[in-house]
């Protein structure tokens, strides 16, 4: 395993949504503003204007991405449109390089990918919602979502609660009722006395 990740390990953090996760990610960010990093996308597509390849994307061809896709370096990747996206395995390991610690807001699928990639050597965070009542009167109240997408939201929320009770799935499960309690106890698992989840 290399030492970055040992140090610096990836946060995976995942949940329904509108369960609350870019809320306390958010709120985490400011309270901690250089200890976490997002890893940068692949993309195929061509850079607008002002956008820095290795900042806001590895803008690469559609060659080289098929060839990190056959070499196994992603964690998910998928087309929209006629380009495709992808998180790589080296873009995670490279946020811990520069000594923060990865968090990644992801949904189930790529959960269950990242826990195939022991390499990465990530801690795992479940954000539940307090019932799927609440979680459909938050995303209503977030107002930006249709009829369609909301339910499409819910059915998917379905899928990962129960993926959430199964053994192992995750280290943590923080049910977001009450927002600065969850936050509190969000926080302690993840800074976690200021260990970050690595061994002392
Ligand atoms: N503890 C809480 N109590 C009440 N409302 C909350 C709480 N946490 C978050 N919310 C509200 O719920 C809504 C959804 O939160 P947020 O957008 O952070 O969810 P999310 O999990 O990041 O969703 P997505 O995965 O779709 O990005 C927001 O309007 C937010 O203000």
């Known amino acids: 395993m290399s030492s970055a990740v040992q140090n610096f390990r990836p946060v995976v953090i995942s949940g329904p949504s509108g369960t609350g996760k870019s809320t306390l990610l958010k709120r985490l960010f400011a309270e901690y503003p250089d200890k976490f990093g997002f890893s940068v996308s692949h993309t195929t597509r061509s850079p607008r204007l002002g956008e820095i390849n290795g900042k806001d994307y590895n803008f690469v061809t559609r060659e ?44 189930m ?26 979680l459909e009167r938050r995303l209503r109240g977030r107002n930006t979502e249709t009829e369609e997408s909301l339910q499409q ?33 969000l926080k302690e698992f993840i800074v976690d006395g200021g260990r970050f989840g690595a061994a002392q």
Do not use: W
């Not at 790529?110 to 390499?119: A, F, L, M, Y």
């Not at 939201?153 to 995750?170: K, V």
């Open 109 to 134: 699928e790529g959960v269950k990918q990242v826990k195939r990639r022991e390499d990465l050597n990530a801690r795992f965070v479940f954000l539940a919602p307090p019932s799927m009542e609440e």
């Open 153 to 185: 939201r819910l059915a998917q929320a379905r899928n990962e609660l129960a993926f959430s009770q199964t053994p192992g799935a995750h280290d943590k499960i923080v049910v977001n009722d009450d927002l600065d309690r969850a936050y509190g106890e």
């Open 64 to 107: 080289s991405f098929q060839s990190l896709i056959t070499s196994n370096g992603f964690i998910e990747h998928a087309q929209f449109g006629s380009n495709l996206y992808g998180t790589s395995v080296a873009a995670i390991k490279s946020v811990a390089e520069q000594g923060r610690i990865c968090i990644l807001d992801i949904e």
